[in-house]
């Protein structure tokens, strides 16, 4: 028998497949939060973009110096967690996770609509929203109670390959908290709750609500979408992420190192993350928003440890937080990876001493 839509979900779907084509590049991402026995929290996140984006791993210090790349009226502050991040062009902090647990994913979102300059507020470059957020909050729930109040002007010029810098910001902490930021029509929207799991691009978040809640309706196991488009993404990712085990399973977990449901939890959001990614090479000439996955990552809340995965080369590789200096005075470390370079395995003692990278400047004007 065939379900019968909602008329919001109808709606949603509606919209998303009459979408025009907004951008001439764009990305494509997926982010899943995963909350499982033992404290256990996981986000992945897929980086799908046209072009490689010369991606490094950095290691921030606390105690940073930093502003917001915007002339003589930027935000300023100093930081206070250290972070690794994956860099985009070496020019802004595009997914990472501070020494709380608190991790910030940007993801491209063709409505993105910015609100006109209000006078008296400092301006603060969209290269440096992720950054913002892991530099000054340790949860989730401390970053909407003060960002709601839209302390800055958020500037987002055009990224280095000329591609609009539309993008929407999602947030998750070590309890499993969750918040996805999206300006539409000038105006924030913020969807803050542990039921935020998923998040992927066109059309806004609570248009993908409703587009999920039909596919919930029909149920993954009988039928799922299958194209590349970020609405099939997403019903695909909720029904695997639902779908994975939150306790040691016990067909598995003998093969597992040290025998750790933490252990057996990166690999299943690693599973759902490959499941959803994008063959590389994959293009769809007008569908800009479809690109290829580049890159994978997995951050280990409970115990901060951050896992990269490309699709340009053989291994996984991870950074324990721990394993870092990041105490205030530290010098900034690099792991350069934009040239092809092999890592596996822990690689904390491979990130060397680096002269911070210049964030993309907004202008005012």
């Known amino acids: 028998m065939k379900k019968r839509l909602s008329r919001s979900a109808a709606l949603a779907l509606s ?46 210090p606390a105690g940073i110096e930093r502003d917001g790349a915007s002339g003589p009226q930027s935000l300023t502050w100093t930081s206070k967690y250290g972070s690794v991040i994956t860099s985009g062009y070496e020019a802004g902090s595009t997914d990472g996770m501070n020494e709380k647990g608190l ?25 440096l929203w992720a950054q913002y957020v892991l530099d000054n909050f340790a949860t989730v729930d401390e970053a909407v109670a003060y960002l ?53 691009n066109s059309p806004t978040y609570d248009k993908q609500l409703a587009m999920n809640e039909y596919w919930e309706e029909i149920g993954g196991l009988v039928f799922l979408p299958g194209t590349n488009r970020a ?24 093969s597992v190192p040290q025998h750790s449901f933490d252990y057996q ?15 590389l090479g994959i293009t769809t000439p007008d569908q800009p928003n479809i690109s290829s996955t580049i890159w994978r990552s997995i951050s280990d809340q409970k115990n901060r440890i951050y ?8 291994n996984t590789f991870w950074v324990s937080l721990d394993k870092l200096d990041l105490k205030p005075g530290a010098p900034v470390q690099k792991l ?23 964030f993309l400047p907004g202008n005012p004007e």
């Open 148 to 200: 709601r109040t839209e302390p800055f002007n958020l500037l987002a010029p055009a990224l280095p390959n000329g591609s609009p810098a539309a993008l929407h910001l999602a947030m998750s902490d070590a309890s499993g908290d969750s918040a996805i930021f999206e300006y539409v029509e000038g105006k924030l929207i913020i969807h803050h709750g542990k039921q935020y799991t998923v998040m992927t």
């Open 307 to 314: 896992y990269f995965d490309s699709a340009t080369r053989p």
């Open 265 to 279: 939890a990166v690999a299943s959001v690693m599973g759902v993350q490959r499941a959803v990614s994008v063959p």
């Open 231 to 254: 609405a099939d993404r997403f019903a695909r990712a909720s029904f695997l992420l639902s779908a994975i085990p939150k306790e040691a399973d016990p067909n598995y977990i003998k």
């Open 103 to 127: 991790v910030a994913n940007i993801l491209y979102l063709a409505e993105s609509q910015y609100p006109a300059p209000v006078a008296g507020r400092p301006f603060l470059s969209i290269s």
């Open 15 to 60: 919209a998303a497949m009459l979408m025009p084509t907004l951008t001439g590049f764009a990305d494509a991402c997926t982010r899943t939060l995963f909350v499982g026995d033992g404290q256990m929290v996981a986000t992945g996140r897929n980086m799908d973009w046209k072009e490689d984006m010369f991606s490094n791993l950095w290691a921030f």
């Open 336 to 358: 350069t990876i934009q040239n092809g370079e092999i890592f596996a395995g822990e690689v904390a003692a491979e990130f060397k001493p680096a002269k911070p990278f210049t």
